[in-house]
Nanobody, 116 residues
Framework: QVQLVESGGGLVQAGGSLRLSCAASGIMFSIDVMGWYRQAPGKQRELVAVVTSGGSTSYADSVKGRFTISRDNAKNTVCLQMNSLKPEDTAVYSC??????????WGQGTQVTVTS
């Protein structure tokens, strides 16, 4: 059974930093893309950052220069380093992996709250 478990969320003041981690277990296939999404109350879920198996990264314009996504293929983990956090970053952050077959797997999400 594939499970993705996020950790590292919490409460932080504006300008602070958090590092989110997502550990995948039960992986019996190759992972091509790993990414982070977020959803704020009343808003649509949006893609925050993705990293491919080749190491290419892509970020939402709102987080460019502040967030960094990374992956450890040996450990089947993906992390999101979040710096210079803003109140607008407050949301539930979820990790996602995509298998080579096209199947997607999601974590349960972790709350990030940034106060002024």
């Amino acid at each position: 059974q594939v499970q993705l478990v996020e950790s590292g969320g919490g409460l932080v003041q504006a300008g602070g930093s958090l590092r989110l981690s997502c550990a995948a277990s039960g992986i019996m296939f190759s992972i091509d893309v790993m990414g982070w999404y977020r959803q704020a109350p009343g808003k649509q879920r949006e893609l925050v950052a993705v990293v491919t198996s080749g190491g290419s990264t892509s970020y939402a314009d709102s987080v460019k220069g502040r967030f960094t996504i990374s992956r450890d293929n040996a450990k089947n983990t993906v992390c999101l380093q979040m710096n210079s956090l803003k109140p607008e970053d407050t949301a539930v952050y979820s990790c996602r992996i995509r298998a080579g077959t096209g199947s997607n797997y999601w974590g349960q999400g972790t709350q990030v709250t940034v106060t002024s």
